[in-house]
């Protein structure tokens, strides 16, 4: 397939008066712990034009504690917002939904696929999978509580795919007014291993009119590839980003031409861009939360920025006891120092 007929232009969630124009088709997956406001600023000034909260506990925008506030005060001036929540009572949804609604989310996105226990334990994330009944019902007070468009991310299923109820399920999601599906298509008790299930996206796409976006395992341009040929709408991409936030910029670019896109960055100049990028993320991190938590929040960003270096390793341990912002940007600069007498000119 040629890139125009794989991505023939941006494409669009609706919700009756409202349409959002998603600019193209990759768009950054919640993160929790990791896709916090000052790297969703880098994603999209890199290019991302749509990226999500981490997922927020509906609960605890009732009680309302200040820590969860801040995971949902900040909305790009730039692109589209996903306020991603998880909960499993649909009064506490709705309240949720209907905040980061004010708070000027551009739409609603219903956890349905997190897989940890302290989730799943309490009939949230992947668990809700087991009680359709509450699940529609969850998503129906979400619909009523706001007028943004509303979404899922699930998985196809809790022990194995049950492909007769995911059909009725999606298809009765699509017929309450749910503006999108996105689908990791793993089970609740694979958590992150095993191969997802690619086929099911090809046979999901037949299912459903509203926009399909594909998550899970996405590291290159071929799998964006796969992904959109198979039926998807989009592709959404997690662990990807981390460390990488040219990733989506630089596979848009290998989709419509020759370029490799596996081994990055190659060249002394790309380098130096990814130390300048990462140095930007720093000082928003700072900027964000304060020098004292900005440096700890950063500090796992700073190792997945170096990880394609051999010597990660070696600068673990020092990466986990930076305190100040001098001591990070000279632990960049050595580390950098030594990564580019690897690389050509
Ligand atoms: C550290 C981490 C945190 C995650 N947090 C969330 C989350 O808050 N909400 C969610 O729906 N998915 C979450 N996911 C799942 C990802 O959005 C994505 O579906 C999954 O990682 C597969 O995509 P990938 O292979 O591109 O990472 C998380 C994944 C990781 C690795």
Not at 13 to 28: G, K
Not at 29 to 37: E, H, S, T
Not at 40 to 54: A, D, I, K, Q
Not at 305 to 325: A, D, H
Request: proline share 5%; net charge positive.
């Amino acid at each position: 397939m040629s890139v125009p007929e794989l991505y023939p232009g941006p494409w669009t969630i609706r919700r009756e008066a409202t349409s959002l124009n998603v600019e193209h088709p990759i768009i950054a997956g919640p993160m929790a712990g990791c896709l916090d406001p000052p790297f969703r600023m880098v994603l999209h000034r890199l290019g991302c034009p749509l990226s999500f909260t981490e997922m927020i506990s509906a609960r605890a925008v009732f009680e309302g504690t200040g820590r969860t506030r801040r995971l949902f005060s900040w909305v790009p001036d730039q692109g589209w917002s996903g306020a991603q929540i998880f909960g499993s009572d649909p009064a506490y949804l709705a309240h949720a939904a209907s905040e980061m609604e004010k708070a000027g989310h551009h739409m609603i996105d219903l956890n349905a696929g997190c897989p940890k226990r302290k989730v799943c334990r309490t009939g949230a994330g992947s668990s809700l999978l087991k009680d359709p009944g509450n699940l529609m019902k969850c998503i129906g007070s979400i619909l009523d509580a706001v007028k943004a468009p509303v979404g899922i991310k699930m998985r196809m299923g809790v022990h194995h795919l049950e492909e007769h109820s995911l059909k009725d399920l999606v298809s009765d999601l699509q017929s309450i007014g749910l503006s999108y599906i996105a689908m990791h298509p793993r089970t609740m008790v694979q958590q992150y291993s095993g191969k997802v299930d690619r086929e099911l996206i090809s046979r999901l796409g037949g299912w459903i009119d509203i926009p399909l976006i594909a998550s899970g395992d996405v590291r290159s341009s071929d799998d964006v590839r796969d992904y959109l040929e198979r039926g998807a709408t989009a592709v959404m991409v997690a662990r990807g980003h981390l460390g990488d936030p040219t990733w989506t910029a630089r596979t848009l670019n290998a989709l419509g031409s020759e370029a490799r896109d596996d081994r990055f960055p190659e060249t002394k100049a790309q380098l130096l861009h990814h130390l300048s990028l990462m140095k930007e993320h720093l000082g928003f991190s700072l900027d964000w939360y304060g020098e004292k938590r900005g440096i700890v929040e950063f500090r796992p960003h700073f190792g997945w920025y170096i990880r394609k270096f051999g010597g990660r390793r070696e600068y673990r341990q020092k990466v986990y006891s930076l305190t100040t912002r001098e001591e990070a940007l000279m632990l960049a600069d050595g580390v950098f120092h030594d990564w580019s007498r690897t690389l050509a000119g």
